[in-house]
């Protein structure tokens, strides 16, 4: 497992996103070590018709928001998701002395209140204002880039991805930010079909493993859903099922019940895949390149092997790959 802790270096991590979404580079990689350099518009290249390509169509509504405490210590909130009008779930920082009953001030000047304290840094806060209105508090907040993206985003459209559409994610789905309208009519004339999942993209996604031992690491699990019509893709698929990234991964897997089979319906999945994991359904995957320690890195890892991974790698490292959210993509195939 020593390889989760790959040193990334600083200037590799990208702060845009670039203007083309598919001028980013791919990496293309299979289970034996194989490597190829690409471009993404060249992904139709790299399937054949009968491949079913399922991606995330969950779209970013969270929003951080910044207040103070009464005390006057500022207070940040990315607000997760909706729990009932008026009250969310949200994930607070810093959140060690933010009991239930503590006040908190937004710089727009509404009240919030703590209501309950939840797991993993976690606090049910209800607006406690009458006078504000939930949705204007929230459009008031920014988009929720991860930590490590230093540059404001000029478009928050370029957030999210072309097929966004089913809202409820604290982050973008990533690897479908390479995706544009022309891509996937290429893909539709190469004989690749489509079909779309959602998974809304919460803490299991993006927080990095807390613990050494990556079997002891919890899920806290992520809202998932499959469609009858996805379902019935998946069975009648001819090729190779390739999911664009890892919350399309753990969606199919998560509601996989046997080879190539999936259950429509919706889960709250808390599965974490791990070096030893069985994929049932998942032939290949698109994916960005991930920070050492997560879940993210893990789950590719069981999918391609430690060795083949590590390669591909050292390689974008050593070709200055950008990395991370706004970064370049891999396509990782079973030899």
């Known amino acids: 497992m020593s390889?989760?802790?790959?040193?990334?270096?600083?200037?590799?991590?990208?702060?845009?996103?670039?203007?083309?979404?598919?001028?980013?580079?791919?990496?293309?990689?299979?289970?034996?070590?194989?490597?190829?350099?690409?471009?993404?518009?060249?992904?139709?290249?790299?399937?054949?018709?009968?491949?079913?390509?399922?991606?995330?169509?969950?779209?970013?509504?969270?929003?951080?928001?910044?207040?103070?405490?009464?005390?006057?210590?500022?207070?940040?909130?990315?607000?997760?998701?909706?729990?009932?009008?008026?009250?969310?779930?949200?994930?607070?920082?810093?959140?060690?002395?933010?009991?239930?009953?503590?006040?908190?001030?937004?710089?727009?000047?509404?009240?919030?209140?703590?209501?309950?304290?939840?797991?993993?840094?976690r606090r049910l806060i209800r607006l406690d204002d009458a006078e504000a209105a939930e949705e204007a508090v929230l459009?008031?907040?920014?988009?929720?880039?991860?930590?490590?993206?230093h540059v404001d985003l000029q478009d928050p459209e370029r957030y999210q991805t072309v097929f966004a559409s089913r809202e409820g994610s604290a982050a973008a789905p990533t690897a479908g930010l390479h995706f544009t309208k022309e891509v996937l009519e290429e893909l539709e004339r190469h004989g690749v079909r489509g079909a779309r999942v959602t998974l809304d993209v919460s803490l299991d996604t993006f927080r990095p493993m807390a613990s050494t031992d990556p079997w002891e690491h919890p899920m806290h699990g992520e809202r998932c859903e499959v469609s009858e019509e996805t379902a019935a893709a998946v069975r009648e698929a001819t090729g190779r099922i390739v999911a664009v990234g890892t919350t399309s991964v753990r969606?199919?897997?998560?509601?996989?019940?046997?080879?190539?089979?999936?259950?429509?319906?919706?889960?709250?999945?808390?599965?974490?895949?791990?070096?030893?994991?069985?994929?049932?359904?998942?032939?290949?995957?698109?994916?960005?390149?991930?920070?050492?320690r997560t879940t993210m890195l893990l789950m590719i890892s069981a999918f391609l092997g430690a060795d083949p991974l590590r390669r591909a790698y050292e390689h974008a490292v050593a070709q200055k790959y950008r990395f991370l959210s706004f970064g370049d993509a891999m396509l990782a195939l079973r030899a």
């Open 139 to 149: 459009a008031a907040g920014d988009v929720p880039l991860p930590p490590y993206i």
């Open 3 to 121: 390889f989760l802790d790959y040193e990334l270096p600083e200037e590799l991590i990208a702060q845009t996103p670039l203007e083309d979404r598919a001028a980013s580079r791919l990496l293309v990689v299979d289970s034996m070590g194989r490597i190829q350099d690409a471009v993404f518009r060249e992904l139709p290249r790299f399937l054949e018709a009968g491949d079913l390509l399922v991606w995330n169509d969950t779209r970013v509504t969270a929003r951080r928001l910044l207040g103070r405490k009464e005390s006057g210590g500022r207070v940040e909130l990315l607000v997760l998701r909706r729990a009932e009008p008026r009250l969310w779930d949200c994930l607070v920082r810093p959140a060690r002395r933010l009991h239930p009953g503590a006040r908190i001030v937004l710089e727009g000047g509404a009240c919030l209140r703590v209501e309950r304290e939840l797991e993993a840094g």
């Open 251 to 292: 969606t199919l897997e998560s509601m996989a019940v046997g080879p190539r089979e999936v259950r429509p319906g919706v889960s709250d999945t808390r599965l974490f895949i791990r070096p030893g994991y069985k994929f049932m359904v998942v032939d290949g995957i698109v994916t960005n390149f991930h920070l050492p």
